[in-house]
């Protein structure tokens, strides 16, 4: 047996490690199931290289809690150490590793959130364990080696008889851990992290119909037929799906396997998604992912934090706030990219010139597939416009690229249901909808029924009235009196209207020229005058001889009041 001494200049990083990643020692697993997977995949390569002259088989990774020994067991069949290469990697890579982490993050380590983002590495398996063992056998033909280290700079290293290729790390799991030997807790962490890792992941065995057997017919004396019981076989629960949708070609892919991939990422939500958009780029950075647009309504309050980052298929995070536009954090799906500095501040991120590049990508990604979505089936995407548009006037309201794009799909719905571009509602109007200097009058409304008496008046005289009712829709609208030239939008029920050039077809008032007096004077001594504006003489119902309107400019300053300000 070697004893030997982990050269690190810290007298020891234990108390450190634990102290620092208080809040994250569950991440822990996450890092020794990675670490076995990579061992598995280099095992993959060596082979399909020649270099290692072994059977790849179809390895996978075991996780064995022993609740007695209060051991918790990480088994690999990857391509293992030598001592040599135990001591090489484990005692210096891994350890210094650990130590620069430690040097570099400190501070950032108490912002919080962020510290689960990275791992530690190897040894993170000291936040939960009192002595950690390897028992480790190379692919090479060299004798295997068990490694035991209690969490002081001290080690040992000694010959071991394992037999089959792979690794086995062992943790003595400490008294403040135990909640990492419930079964329940160690699900739970796998389904968190390793969900969709690359190489199967078996915990513990359960019991299954047989696939192969067909259960007989039994006819019994009295001729009643009734089917034998199903036979059961024990198989190894893995609880991983290798090969998620997003590592795929989209060609490869069905609008039913995105489905079903939705509600594999989202076991408790019932409602389909309304559709997907799959990321897939290799250059100048490294991206995969599948977006989805749930039905969204008119809440902005939409639970965000849904989209999932992974990288390598490891789950890292579901804040994706900076890589992703702020308005597609409504959305929902998976990220994948290694390309993603995920041990730096949210700061930083955010003026990461990849980082940049990423969520530009997205944006444009999203942007083009509402414009195919909106060219392919038209009719299907007004009817999903309602569910959909809080995102889109987000984007529209928060990215200048997204603005500058959604002239192809953004869509204004007249109060009588018909979907308008931009472009073709300028087009439609802008004969008859122009006020006496010229410009575009844009009249909508926000509430149907309460703007009822309003919206007929308007359509009697041939306007089109939009109904607008997101709650972000004064800012968009400023957003684009501001862009777009000459046009002006203006409610329904608002004073605009009276600006705009009278159609020759107008109707005038039922009420005989006395009687609109009498009614004038009256209405004007019991209606604030300051608030409200008393309009006779356009009036075409009979069921409202006169309208109250209240101008326009005085609406939006509350308005404005209320939401907040520009956008
Ligand atoms: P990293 O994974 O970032 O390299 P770690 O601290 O997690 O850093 O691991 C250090 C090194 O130890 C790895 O690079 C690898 O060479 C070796 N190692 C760790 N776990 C295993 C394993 N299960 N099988 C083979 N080698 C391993
Ligand atoms: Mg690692």
């Known amino acids: 047996m070697t004893k030997g001494n982990i050269n690190v200049s810290v007298e020891n990083i234990f108390p450190l490690i634990k102290k620092f990643l208080y809040s994250d020692h569950e991440i822990f697993l996450r890092e020794l199931i990675s670490n076995a997977t990579d061992a598995t995949l280099k095992l993959k390569h060596l082979t399909s290289i020649g270099e290692a002259k072994t059977e790849y088989g179809n390895p996978k990774i075991e996780v064995k809690i ?61 936040m939960v364990a009192q002595k950690v063992e390897i028992i480790t056998k190379s692919y090479k033909d060299e004798p295997a080696a068990h490694w035991i280290c209690d969490g002081s700079p001290e080690f040992t290293i000694e010959p ?88 795929k070609q989209p060609a490869d892919l069905k609008d039913d396997d995105y489905k079903s991939f939705y509600r594999e990422l989202y076991p408790m939500q019932f409602e389909e998604p309304l559709f997907n958009i799959h990321l897939n780029v290799d250059y100048p950075f490294n991206l995969t992912g599948i977006l989805y647009f749930p039905k969204m309504g008119q ?36 990220i994948d990219s290694p390309d993603i500095p995920l041990n730096v501040s949210r700061s930083y991120l955010q003026a990461d010139g990849a980082v940049k590049k990423i969520s530009s990508y997205i944006t444009r990604k999203v ?13 299907d995407f007004e009817k999903k416009w309602n569910d959909i548009k809080i995102v889109i ?117 039922k009420l005989s020229e006395e009687q609109q007096t009498a009614l004038e004077t009256l209405l004007k001594e019991v209606i604030p005058s300051e608030k409200f504006m008393v309009q006779l003489e356009a009036m ?9 309107t209240q101008p326009e400019f005085m609406r939006r300053m509350k308005e404005m009041q209320q939401t907040g300000g520009g956008g």
């Open 66 to 126: 022993d609740k007695e020994g209060k051991k918790l067991h990480i088994i690999d069949q990857g391509l293992g150490m030598t001592s040599e290469e135990v001591e090489k990697y484990i005692n210096q890579v891994a350890f210094s590793g650990a130590e620069e982490f430690l040097d570099k993050y400190k501070d950032a380590a108490k912002d919080a959130g962020i510290i689960g983002h990275f791992g530690l590495g190897f040894y993170s398996a000291f």
């Open 160 to 247: 071991s008889d394992k037999t089959e290729r792979g690794t086995e790390i062992i943790l003595h799991i400490a008294e403040d851990s135990t909640e990492f030997l419930e079964e329940s807790r160690i699900r739970t962490l796998l389904l968190k992290y390793n969900k969709f890792m690359p190489i199967p992941i078996k915990f513990g065995t359960k019991d299954i119909n047989d696939p192969d057997f067909e259960p007989k017919t039994i006819t019994d004396k009295d001729g009643k037929e009734t089917k034998e019981p199903h036979k059961k076989i024990t198989v190894d629960d893995i609880i991983n799906n290798p090969n998620p949708a997003w590592t």
């Open 299 to 334: 809440d902005m309050n939409i639970q965000k934090d849904k989209i999932q980052l992974y990288q390598n298929q490891v789950y890292v995070t579901d804040n994706v706030e900076g890589i992703v536009p702020e308005f597609l954090t409504m959305l929902r799906g998976v």
């Open 367 to 379: 942007a083009d597939k509402l414009k195919s979505l909106f060219n392919n089936n038209r009719e």
């Open 393 to 509: 006037e987000y984007g529209m309201l928060s990215e200048e690229k997204f603005f500058e794009k959604s002239g192809d799909f953004a869509l204004y719905p007249t109060v009588e249901g018909t979907y308008f571009t931009y472009d073709e509602l300028f087009n439609k109007i802008k004969a008859n909808q122009t006020d006496k200097d010229g410009k575009l009058v844009i009249l909508y409304a926000s509430d149907k029924d309460a703007q009822h008496s309003y919206i007929e008046t308007a359509k009697a005289k041939g306007y089109e009235v939009l109904l607008l009712d997101s709650p972000i829709v004064s800012h968009l609208i400023q957003k684009l009196e501001s862009t777009k030239e000459n046009i002006s939008f203006a409610r329904v029920d608002g004073d605009h209207i009276d600006n705009l050039i009278k159609k020759e077809d107008t109707k005038i008032s």
């Open 540 to 548: 075409d119902s009979e069921a409202s001889p006169f309208i109250i």
